[in-house]
């Protein structure tokens, strides 16, 4: 448990919930699908599935009891990446910083056990909101986090919808300017095989940027 200093509330604390009772899942769905379109969102029985059976491993941060943010996290076994599944916040306390706070107590964690994060952005360069799109990346940057340079990927339409476009970051920063692309196509194949169930030919067929390279420039 992490308790630190926020001007906006009395007190913001940082803890996983491992078995979250109705009204914590009904604070973190809220948030949820109030947070990430339709075709970006697994349909909550899935995502309170894999809760209860520890897949994802649930962040919540907490102001005076009430939950304002939740983060889902999904380890990579045997590899030293966790997918940040999903971030948001209560629409009520955004532009608040809370974010930035979580990614500060994520950080020596992370650092303590040699792993990072994945960062699933959508890609800013496509899309009606490109200016959020970009803003959301700027974000991630400004908090430590490098993009894989070239690397895309076509999330699949989880409930309905078009497939979104994405890129991936780093944080907190690897080691160096490079990184091994059989460590990224191994990461990608992971991924799209967890988390989304599509097989290896269609990873490879929806993902580009790393497969004839031996190195993949972060920035």
Same mark, same amino acid.
């Given at each position: 448990?992490?308790?630190?200093?926020?001007?906006?509330?009395?007190? /913001?604390?940082?803890?996983? /919930?491992?078995?979250?009772?109705?009204?914590?899942?009904?604070?973190?769905?809220?948030?949820? #699908?109030?947070?990430?379109? #339709?075709?970006?969102?697994? +349909?909550?029985?899935? %995502?309170?599935?894999?809760?209860? &059976? =520890?897949?994802?491993?649930?962040?919540? !941060? &907490?102001?005076?009891?009430?939950? %304002?943010?939740?983060?889902?996290?999904? +380890?990579?076994?045997?590899?030293?990446?966790?997918?940040?599944?999903?971030?948001?916040?209560?629409?009520?306390?955004?532009? #608040?910083?809370?974010?930035?706070?979580?990614?500060?107590?994520?950080?020596?964690?992370? #650092?303590?056990?040699?792993?990072?994060? %994945?960062?699933?952005?959508?890609? +800013?360069?496509? =899309?009606?909101?490109?200016?959020?799109?970009?803003?959301?990346?700027?974000?991630?940057?400004?908090?430590?986090?490098?993009?894989?340079? !070239?690397?895309?990927?076509?999330? +699949?339409?989880?409930?309905? =919808?078009?497939?979104?476009?994405?890129?991936?970051?780093?944080?907190?920063?690897?080691?160096?300017?490079? %990184?091994?692309?059989?460590?990224?196509?191994? /990461?990608?194949?992971?991924?799209?095989?967890? /988390?989304?169930?599509?097989?290896?030919?269609?990873?490879?067929?929806?993902?580009? =940027?790393?497969?004839?390279?031996?190195?993949?420039?972060?920035?």
């Amino acid at each position: 448990m992490n308790r630190m200093s926020n001007p906006y509330t009395d007190e /913001l604390v940082f803890e996983a /919930l491992q078995t979250p009772d109705e009204k914590e899942y009904a604070a973190v769905l809220s948030i949820y #699908k109030n947070s990430f379109p #339709k075709n970006e969102r697994h +349909p909550e029985g899935v %995502i309170r599935e894999r809760i209860e &059976k =520890g897949s994802n491993q649930l962040m919540v !941060g &907490k102001t005076n009891g009430q939950i %304002i943010f939740m983060a889902l996290l999904w +380890p990579l076994n045997d590899t030293p990446f966790i997918l940040l599944d999903y971030m948001a916040t209560d629409p009520k306390y955004r532009n #608040k910083k809370i974010g930035t706070r979580f990614l500060a107590h994520m950080k020596p964690v992370l #650092k303590a056990s040699n792993r990072y994060f %994945i960062l699933e952005a959508e890609n +800013p360069a496509t =899309g009606l909101n490109r200016e959020e799109r970009a803003q959301r990346v700027n974000f991630y940057r400004s908090n430590g986090a490098k993009q894989l340079m !070239g690397v895309q990927f076509l999330l +699949p339409a989880l409930q309905e =919808g078009s497939t979104t476009e994405m890129i991936l970051m780093i944080f907190p920063g690897w080691p160096g300017n490079f %990184i091994s692309s059989e460590i990224v196509a191994e /990461l990608i194949r992971r991924i799209y095989k967890e /988390l989304y169930n599509v097989n290896e030919a269609d990873a490879l067929a929806n993902s580009s =940027g790393y497969l004839n390279k031996t190195t993949i420039a972060l920035y």
